[in-house]
Every structure is written in C-alpha cells, then in structure tokens.
C-alpha cells in the first residue's frame, strides 16, 4: 500500500514531489500546505487528487503517513515540532533550523515522541561526495588530518538576494543556509565534527546596489537569468539585504582534524571543490558533477604533479542534484516504512547548523574562536542506534 505524504511548502523544494508522489509504486502526496495562493493554485494543478490546504492542523489531521518540511528555513523548527508532537514522522529540508537551541528542541521532540525525524541533507548521496568518502574508508590518502572547500556561488545574486534569503531574522546567514551542506560534508569525510569555529565575512558587492524591490507573489525561475552579469548589474533585490555574500571560517573538528570553508556569491562559476589531506596523500575534486573527475596524489613529487589516479564522477540518473534527491527520498520513505539506519543524520544536521550559526556570529563580532557546545551523550546515542530507545 502507498505510503501518504503530505507536503508543508509548495516552493522551490517541492521538486521533490515528483520523487515521492509514485502512485501505486510506494508512495503518493495526498495533501499540500501552503499559506499562498499561488503555490496552492500550483499544487492543484499538479496534484489534482490531493488535499490543498492552508491550515497545517487540516493537514495532520488528514492521515498522512509522513510530512515533508519544505518551507522556508526559519519556520523549519515550529513546523517540524509541531507535526512530530502530532506523532507523524518528518522530512525537514536542510538547515535544520536557524537557531541552535531550535535545532536541538527538534532533536529531543523526537526522541520524546518517539516519531522518525529525517533531515534533507541531499549531499550525501551525490556522486562527487560518495566516491571521495570511499576512496577516504578505503585507506587512499591514510588517516584524514584537513579538509578544506572552496565554495564558488556562480547565481549566488539570483537565488539568494532577491528574496528572503537575503534578510538575517529568516536565514541567519548564507553561512549557515547555504552552508550547511559544505559542513556536513566535511564532517562526513574527516569522520569528526566541528568542536571549535572562527569566522570572517562580509557584504562586499550586493550591499552596495541601491535597486530593490518587493517580489512578493514571485519566485526565482520568474527573474534567473545567465545574463544578469556582471553581479554589480544586478536590480531587484529583496528590500532588506543584510547577510554576507562572502565569507570565511577555521574549524577544528574533534580528533585535531583541521578543516576550512569559503563561499563567494558573486563569482562566475558554480561548483564546489573539496581538498582532503591525508598521512599518506590527498584528493580533490575538479567539477562536482558527471563530467568532473576525483584526483588522487599519493605519491611524493617535486613540484606540481599531475595526479597519481583520477576517478570520474559517475553519471546520475536523471533526478535533481545528480541524482541524490532521487536517492535522498528513497531512505526517507524507508525510513518511514521500515526504520533503521539512514546515510544522513539528524545529529549531524544539527553539528553542522552548530557550526554555521557560531561561524556567522564569530564573523559578526571580532573573529574569534568559539566553542560549539556539545549535545547531550544519551541523545546523540538514540540517534546512532536508528532512533530507538536502548
């Protein structure tokens, strides 16, 4: 029998319907919650048989077996809470939440109730990610002492400051939401979270264009274009404009693992590049999609060398984000099926907005250091065990 999934946000992420509405393969979406009429009119048109909502209590309330959180990052928590005290199980996009204690409210609602908590973090499953953590547990480059990721933001000015994402109270920073992602790859190819950040940022190119304008009713398909360049040229920005558009951090990961992060949205590519050092070598990806290819030194040379192997980056099958959206949805309706363990983390999630949240409030204050404070031992241990008490 198909599993009955609702949707709560019917934006840009609700691409991933066409994963998980499958009509007598496994699942379908028998319910939309959105407060716009927009999004709704959309979601009748595409989903004519299902509820279209904008009560989120009508929602729940309709027998869905799980909900996918897809709203926009600061409702992720109060939602999220909401349908896991309602005992129905959660796909929240990533970030997990803006706030840290937010973050860490959603992780013990879950383990209070009892109810399956899954965190969209996609990245896990794409190509380019998946063969550097295998090449890493193969033992190819030793044991990992750096990780370093260089993030280019090639639309950075279309997708991110001209809507909310450009205004703190909804997003904290772009190091946090665009972030998050980056972090917990590193995490998951050093095998070690962050226990230490130090941060510096700024708004160096959108704070200064003065054209803004309220685009409310709008999405981004409705003004991407390749031609708005060169990034000073660009118009419409949202009203409040007040996160940085680059931005760097230090971190040291548990273990003494080193690692470092830089994002730049107003460069003209968009890919990400991941460099990880080992005792006994270092990979780096060149592309981050099919096409791209892994490198490998392990082998000592006298100046530069090209690489001692190359791996490609496999194709994906045709699914958004290289396929790992297809895969991400897959262990999500699993999980809700069936339980166990999933390849992303509720804990994780939560170590990597940890990271980005005090990253961005280093980067705000002088740059110094800060701790990330620890979650509790027997919390963390629920997670590991699949999100089943002892």
């Known amino acids: 029998m198909d599993l009955k999934i609702g949707i709560i946000g019917f934006g840009a992420r609700a691409s991933l319907r066409r994963e998980v509405h499958r009509p007598e393969e496994g699942s379908r979406v028998t319910a939309v919650c959105d407060?716009?009429?927009?999004?709704?009119?959309?979601?009748?048109?595409?989903?004519?048989?299902?509820?279209?909502?904008?009560?989120?209590?009508e929602l729940l309330a309709s027998g869905v077996d799980a909900v996918m959180v897809l709203t926009p990052d600061?409702?992720?928590?109060?939602?999220?809470?909401?349908?896991?005290?309602?005992?129905?199980?959660?796909f929240c996009e990533k970030p997990l939440a803006i706030d840290l204690a937010d973050a860490d409210a959603m992780l013990e609602t879950a383990r209070r109730t009892g109810t399956r908590l899954y965190i969209g973090h996609n990245m896990r499953h794409m190509?380019?990610?998946?063969l550097m953590r295998r090449l890493i547990q193969e033992g190819r480059i030793g044991e990992v002492k750096a990780v370093w990721c260089r993030h280019f933001v090639g639309h950075g000015g279309d997708y991110y400051f001209k809507d909310w994402h450009a205004d703190r109270t909804r997003t904290t920073g772009l190091l946090l939401q665009k972030g998050a992602h980056d972090i917990d790859v590193i995490h998951w190819l050093a095998g070690a979270y962050t226990e230490q950040v130090a941060a510096m940022g700024e708004l160096s190119v959108y704070g200064g264009i003065d054209d803004r304008r309220d685009r409310t009713g709008e999405r981004m398909p409705d003004w991407f274009s390749l031609d708005n360049w060169p990034p000073t040229s660009l118009d419409g920005l949202h009203p409040t404009v007040d996160v940085e558009d680059i931005s760097m951090v230090n971190m040291r990961l548990a273990g003494g693992v080193m690692a470092s992060y830089q994002q730049c949205h107003f460069t003209p590519d968009y890919w990400r590049n991941y460099t990880v050092i080992g005792t006994e070598g270092r990979i780096e990806n060149i592309g981050d999609s099919s096409g791209g290819e892994v490198r490998l030194w392990n082998r000592r040379h006298r100046g530069y060398a090209e690489a001692d192997e190359t791996f490609p980056i496999e194709s994906a099958p045709d699914a958004g984000h290289d396929g790992a959206d297809g895969l991400l949805v897959a262990e999500f309706l699993r999980f809700v099926r069936d339980g166990g363990l999933t390849e992303t983390s509720p804990v994780a999630a939560r170590e990597s907005v940890a990271a980005g949240i005090l990253a961005t409030q280093s980067l705000r204050a002088d740059g110094s250091a800060i701790d990330v404070p620890a979650l509790d031992e027997d919390l963390v241990a629920y997670f590991a065990r699949g999100q089943v008490e002892a």
């Open 74 to 90: 600061h409702t992720h928590a109060e939602i999220s809470i909401r349908a896991l005290e309602a005992g129905v199980p959660v």
């Open 35 to 57: 407060p716009a009429e927009r999004a709704r009119e959309d979601a009748r048109r595409e989903l004519p048989d299902a509820l279209i909502t904008d009560s989120l209590d």
């Open 127 to 130: 190509p380019v990610v998946t």
